[in-house]
């Protein structure tokens, strides 16, 4: 733990498509090149969607990202879910501080992009970036909203060729939409940004604005408070992950468990009551018994 903390965490995020592994890519090879600053460590952290029925993982993104991936100054780690958020949230966690005790300078954590991936990795980064397509639908409004909320930045990616008018429109509602929402620190809108991830064009920019930030948050001290608030709910989260997994493995609850299930199912016994009764029966079995009963 000593050793850890010197990185600049950054997590990234995006609908499927919208570029991310080529983003990363762009802006890692810069880094390590030393383009923009100093030369950097980077190591990516991705998020990587397990298969729930076979529990494979896709695994590609050193395939996707060849080029940083044959770089001496990266390292690319997927982590496949297997269906649970909690374990990935655990391994990529302490990755980062392995990383960091490694002597990596940036830790680049990618999410999915569609669902509750994006709230994990806000919990244990520093920086939050959300990429958008130009264009894009309004099947994908509930999507974007609930990631310009959580945004630090809002990057609007594919701002090439053909595509550049509609990523200036695109990167226009944006802005109005950010204007309308509350966001927590009120010294700091979400900007919103162009680039082309294929081309490189605006990537570098879009560095030296997230390098800012938190060099920014790293002087007022709102960093250092950030990471203390984010290890002490981590800690909780594991107690209550310990917790769930000693109750569902303890065998007095595994015995009762199939008659208070029938109970339930039947409507003979409320779920609060069926409640209370496993976690008496838990809690007698550890040593501890219900209010109202002493020892004898």
Not at 253 to 282: C, M, N, T, W
Request: glycine content about 12%; hydrophobic content about 40%.
């Amino acid at each position: 733990m000593p050793h850890t903390g010197g990185a600049i965490r950054v997590g990234i995020t995006g609908v499927p498509g919208v570029g991310k592994s080529t983003f990363i890519e762009s802006l890692g090879t810069l880094l390590t090149a030393g383009k923009l600053g100093h030369p950097r460590k980077v190591a990516v952290l991705a998020i990587d969607p397990s298969s729930t029925r076979t529990g494979g993982s896709i695994l590609g993104d050193k395939t996707r990202m060849a080029r940083l991936g044959a770089d001496p100054n990266s390292f690319i780690r997927p982590s496949p879910s297997s269906g649970t958020l909690g374990g990935v949230a655990r391994k990529t966690r302490e990755s980062i501080l392995l990383c960091e005790a490694a002597g990596f300078d940036v830790v680049l954590v990618e999410t999915v992009g569609v669902g509750q991936s994006e709230t994990v990795v806000v919990e244990m980064t520093d920086f939050f970036l959300a990429l958008m397509l130009p264009g894009a639908g309004d099947e994908l409004q509930g999507i974007k909203r609930g990631l310009l909320e959580m945004a630090d930045l809002v990057v609007v990616n594919k701002a090439d060729g053909e595509n550049v008018k509609a990523a200036r429109r695109a990167a226009a509602e944006h802005a109005a939409a950010i204007r309308c929402l509350a966001y927590e620190d009120e010294n700091w809108t979400p900007p919103v940004m162009l680039c082309s991830a294929r081309t490189g064009e605006g990537v570098g920019e879009i560095w030296q604005v997230l390098e800012g930030r938190v060099e920014d948050l790293r002087r007022n001290g709102t960093l250092e408070e950030r990471r203390h608030e984010q290890l002490l709910r981590w800690l909780k989260q594991l107690v209550t992950d310990e917790l769930v997994r000693a109750f569902e493995t303890d065998e007095r609850i595994l015995d009762a468990r199939k008659r208070i299930d029938l109970a339930v199912r039947s409507g003979e016994l409320a779920p609060s009551i069926a409640a209370r009764e496993l976690l008496d029966i838990f809690l007698a079995g550890k040593g501890h018994h219900p209010a109202g009963q002493d020892s004898s």
